[in-house]
């Protein structure tokens, strides 16, 4: 099982983007998917994450409001919506899976850069 992510880019302050996240695999429902992002000199923050079968999210209080995190069975995609961006969002983001008869976050996606300027 593989994790592409794509989407990243720069953006303006107030602009957005929308991150995807392909994951290779025949049971797409059976996988919960996670965010992250990690900026320079800091270590690496939950954004969010969503449960595949059922489409149910959670989002880091940090982002909550301006990021909504969804997904596309027919596309074996997740989509991190990211809006009223900050430069404080700059960092690299993952998205991440695990089983979701398991906790831990064991597949991972390459980081895609996300750069906001004031």
């Known amino acids: 099982v593989q994790l592409q992510a794509s989407g990243g880019g720069l953006v303006q302050a107030g602009g957005s983007l929308r991150l995807s996240c392909v994951i290779s695999t025949r049971t797409f429902s059976n996988y919960v998917m996670g965010w992250f992002r990690q900026a320079p000199g800091k270590e690496r923050e939950f954004v969010g994450s969503?449960?595949?079968?059922?489409?149910?999210?959670i989002l880091a209080d940090s982002v909550k409001g301006r990021f909504t995190i969804s997904r596309d069975k027919a596309k074996n995609a997740g989509f991190l919506q990211m809006s009223s961006l900050l430069p404080e969002d700059t960092a690299i983001y993952y998205c991440?899976?695990?089983?979701?008869?398991?906790?831990?976050?064991?597949?991972w996606g390459q980081g895609t850069q996300v750069t906001v300027s004031s």
């Open positions: 969503i449960n595949l079968s059922v489409g149910r999210a």
């Open positions: 991440a899976a695990h089983h979701r008869a398991q906790s831990e976050y064991s597949l």
